[in-house]
């Protein structure tokens, strides 16, 4: 019996020390001092690096008030740029949602001689300086094109600038998402007599569109704030290919320094709606999913 008891408590006793003790108060207290000192380090440097420089920048577009910021964004010149830029940047995010997709999808699904190569080729535009990529461009669609091509100083030559910078956000976020699509979902929808079509569009494209939105939001927002590309191939003619980004850095050298203020924070409130809207567009998606 005492053998038995001896046993027995001793397995007692090693269950109780295979199981880890609760953290004490001590232990609590250090987590929540670590996570409030990340969360301050975190909060400082976006602050440092982002929030205090956009506010100075929304402050100093109110410098001569309202009816200052109006003027100031009203003006012929500022409000073509500013469709300008908007319509090109909604038609290339549209452009690159659909394309960037379909490239990602040859890219993963597609046994493509040379794969690798044009792989890397996609993130070009990011590794280029927007200078070089407009020089590019010009050269390509210039008036001396080699294939006879010349959208210079017009707005296709803008449009095709932005989609040339804008092209690897698609592509970038919707690849790794089709990398790791179970493809038993679509094979066995396929044994059930299930078109492709169907397959792609009950299946697929639901996993998919989150990613698609988030790399339609930033090639939207780089859209709006591309400078180096559109400069040389734009001509920068008011009233026809100039964009808020060259009329901001043009107020900028007359010494209109609120009247670049005030386009600049229009592009900062389109952008952010934008950002936020799809933000909220891809969780409704993935909550579906």
């Known amino acids: 019996m005492t053998s038995s008891a001896t046993v027995s ?58 009816s200052g910021f109006f003027h100031a964004i009203t003006t012929p010149e500022a409000a073509s740029t500013l469709k300008l830029t908007i319509v090109s940047s909604v038609l290339v995010a549209a452009i690159n949602m659909v394309m960037g997709t379909a490239i990602a999808w040859v890219l993963v699904r597609d046994k493509l001689p040379g794969r690798t190569l044009f792989d ?25 094109s080699p294939l006879g091509v010349n959208l210079a100083y ?16 698609v592509v970038r976020t919707v690849q790794p998402v089709l990398m790791e699509l179970d493809t038993e979902m679509e094979q066995a929808a396929a044994s059930l007599g299930a078109r492709p079509a169907t397959t792609f569009v ?64 229009v592009l900062l409130i389109v952008s952010l709606v934008v950002l936020v809207a799809l933000d909220m567009l891809q969780r409704w998606a993935a909550r579906r999913g």
């Open 9 to 66: 408590g001793a397995g007692v006793g090693l269950r109780e020390e295979t199981h880890p003790s609760p953290p004490g108060p001590r232990r609590r207290l250090l987590q929540g001092k670590s996570t409030a000192v990340e969360l301050s380090l975190v909060m400082t440097y976006l602050s440092i690096i982002v929030l205090i420089p956009l506010a100075a920048v929304v402050w100093r577009s109110q410098s001569d008030g309202l």
């Open 154 to 169: 017009q707005r296709a030559g803008v449009v095709v600038a932005l989609l040339f910078v804008t092209l690897p956000f």
């Open 120 to 144: 890397t080729l996609i993130d070009l535009p990011f590794a280029l300086p927007t200078i070089v990529a407009g020089l590019a461009l010009l050269t390509v669609y210039g008036p001396n």
């Open 202 to 265: 009950r299946i697929i494209l639901p996993n998919m569109f989150p990613a698609m939105a988030a790399g339609t939001a930033l090639a939207f927002a780089r859209s709006m704030s591309e400078f180096g590309s559109t400069v040389l191939i734009s001509g920068n003619i008011p009233f026809k290919t100039q964009v808020a980004s060259v009329h901001v850095y043009n107020q900028l050298e007359s010494d209109n320094v609120t009247g670049a203020a005030a386009v600049s924070t």
